[in-house]
């Protein structure tokens, strides 16, 4: 009888570490497919569609606007309804986006297609890890860390493998589409297999019973609202947005810096991006335990001022190592940041609103990332150029370090909604 539950044990570990596989493997290959679609393809290709520099913000900041409409309500339908079916649409749209790519013919449909692309990514964050911290949180912290490393690996390699494809191909943009559609496909093959294995052995709240819309929708909003009268999660959210406000400029205009004033190719700009990611896939597990184990306050104040300190640089050099050093300092901090805020969101919600407060940071998120390249580029038209453009972003992550530290979030392991 003792071997028997011992058997049992065994087998429902292998079947947890197994299921915590799938996720990093999926999720890494659907980021690799999203960001080698944009980094570092989209700046160039939207320039060879004749894209108007003042709209050039525009192509940008649209992949990120559905994480405003749907990250919210897709996470508290995740929390009603389980978060299977959730995951599984976003893989179908991992997949079916890149094809769209190849048929573009202006910018507009560029931003259309990158639209309907950021649908993908709004979904499956906030879900993967609500999933994630549900099933596992005994090691919350150390688990959502080690599945974004996982998905920044395919982050890390994105720059790398796209800027070889261009490099490869004299700009084969059409080349460099069809590999992101075999990531993307190869993505949802996988969800299908995970959508097989949950069948015999749901995790928590894969599969829950079926509830009426207006209950549903009722019990949604009940959620929104009490997310968004924490003070606490606003200010986490703040923080949050703050820093993929300047993450998304940096992702976008640090890569037209390097083509337009270094003067770089596409080799050395595809170095300086990727090994900022890869300095996210490192640091981000070993900053999520340090968190775990001496809180989240310090990483966020220390994380903010780094990041915010080093952008300040970056239009007063165009030498390729300076850039490569402030790329490598800039994902340390801005890691160190990131590392704590879902940690300690999750630490503020009750356990039947989890997803529903992920949901509401990566909304909060997400206008801060679709604000970033939209309000950057009219400052980059400007008088105020780079300079103006990158101070912005440092006073901006200074400001949030700032509002953080006087807010005393973080201090009590735990703050009821």
């Known amino acids: 009888m003792a071997r028997g539950k011992m058997n049992l044990t065994r087998r429902l570990h292998l079947n947890g570490r197994?299921?915590?596989?799938?996720?990093?493997?999926?999720?890494?290959?659907?980021?690799?497919?999203?960001?080698?679609?944009?980094?570092?393809?989209?700046?160039?290709?939207?320039?060879?569609?004749?894209?108007?520099?003042?709209?050039?913000?525009?192509?940008?900041?649209?992949?990120?606007?559905p994480g405003i409409l749907v990250s919210l309500p897709a996470a508290s339908l995740s929390d009603i309804f389980g978060r299977k079916k959730v995951l599984l649409f976003a893989a179908f749209i991992f997949a079916s986006a890149p094809f769209l790519y190849l048929g573009i013919t202006s910018w507009w449909e560029l931003a259309l297609v990158r639209f309907y692309h950021g649908f993908a990514t709004a979904m499956?964050?906030?879900?993967?890890?609500?999933?994630?911290?549900?099933?596992?949180?005994?090691?919350?912290?150390?688990?959502?860390?080690?599945?974004?490393?996982?998905?920044?690996?395919?982050?890390?390699?994105?720059?790398?493998?796209?800027?070889?494809?261009?490099?490869?191909?004299?700009?084969?943009?059409?080349?460099?589409?069809?590999a992101v559609a075999v990531a993307g496909v190869t993505s949802f093959a996988i969800a299908l297999l995970l959508l097989s294995e949950n069948k015999t052995n749901p995790p928590a709240n894969i599969a829950?019973?079926?509830?009426?819309?207006?209950?549903?929708?009722?019990?949604?909003?009940?959620?929104?609202?009490?997310?968004?009268?924490?003070?606490?999660?606003?200010?986490v959210s703040f923080v949050q947005a703050c820093q993929y406000y300047a993450y998304g400029v940096m992702e976008?205009?640090?890569?037209?810096?390097?083509?337009?004033?270094?003067?770089?190719?596409?080799?050395?700009?595809?170095?300086?991006?990727?090994?900022?990611?890869?300095?996210?896939?490192?640091?981000?597990?070993?900053?999520?335990?340090?968190s775990d184990k001496y809180g989240r306050r310090l990483p966020i104040i220390l994380g903010?001022?780094?990041?915010?300190?080093?952008?300040?640089?970056?239009?007063?050099?165009?030498?390729?190592?300076?850039?490569?050093?402030?790329?490598?300092?800039?994902?340390?901090?801005?890691v160190m940041v990131i590392s704590s805020t879902s940690p300690l969101m999750c630490e503020l919600a009750p356990a039947n609103l989890i997803g529903t407060s992920m949901g509401f940071l990566s909304t909060i998120m997400d206008i801060g990332q679709t604000l970033g390249p939209i309000i950057s580029g009219i400052i980059?038209?400007?008088?105020?150029?780079?300079?103006?453009?990158?101070?912005?972003?440092?006073?901006?992550?200074?400001?949030?370090?700032?509002?953080?530290?006087?807010?005393?979030i973080g201090k009590h392991h735990k703050i009821n909604l």
Not at 146 to 162: D, H, M, V
């Open 18 to 65: 197994a299921y915590f596989i799938v996720f990093c493997v999926m999720g890494a290959l659907a980021i690799l497919s999203s960001t080698m679609s944009k980094t570092p393809v989209l700046n160039p290709f939207a320039v060879s569609l004749g894209t108007p520099p003042d709209l050039i913000g525009i192509i940008a900041a649209a992949s990120t606007i």
């Open 124 to 178: 499956f964050v906030p879900v993967a890890e609500a999933a994630i911290a549900e099933r596992f949180s005994a090691k919350r912290g150390e688990r959502m860390a080690a599945f974004n490393s996982a998905t920044y690996i395919g982050r890390g390699f994105a720059p790398f493998l796209g800027g070889s494809i261009l490099f490869i191909t004299s700009y084969g943009f059409h080349t460099l589409y069809l």
């Open 208 to 235: 829950p019973q079926p509830v009426k819309a207006k209950i549903a929708t009722g019990k949604m909003l009940q959620g929104w609202l009490k997310v968004a009268r924490s003070r606490g999660a606003l200010i």
């Open 252 to 290: 976008f205009y640090l890569v037209q810096y390097m083509i337009e004033v270094a003067n770089l190719d596409a080799l050395l700009v595809s170095i300086v991006i990727g090994v900022q990611v890869i300095s996210l896939i490192v640091f981000r597990p070993l900053l999520g335990r340090l």
């Open 304 to 334: 903010c001022t780094l990041s915010g300190a080093l952008l300040f640089l970056v239009p007063f050099t165009t030498h390729f190592a300076f850039l490569l050093a402030i790329s490598i300092g800039y994902g340390v901090g801005f």
């Open 380 to 408: 980059l038209a400007t008088v105020l150029s780079y300079t103006g453009l990158f101070t912005s972003l440092t006073i901006l992550l200074l400001t949030s370090a700032i509002i953080f530290t006087i807010s005393n």
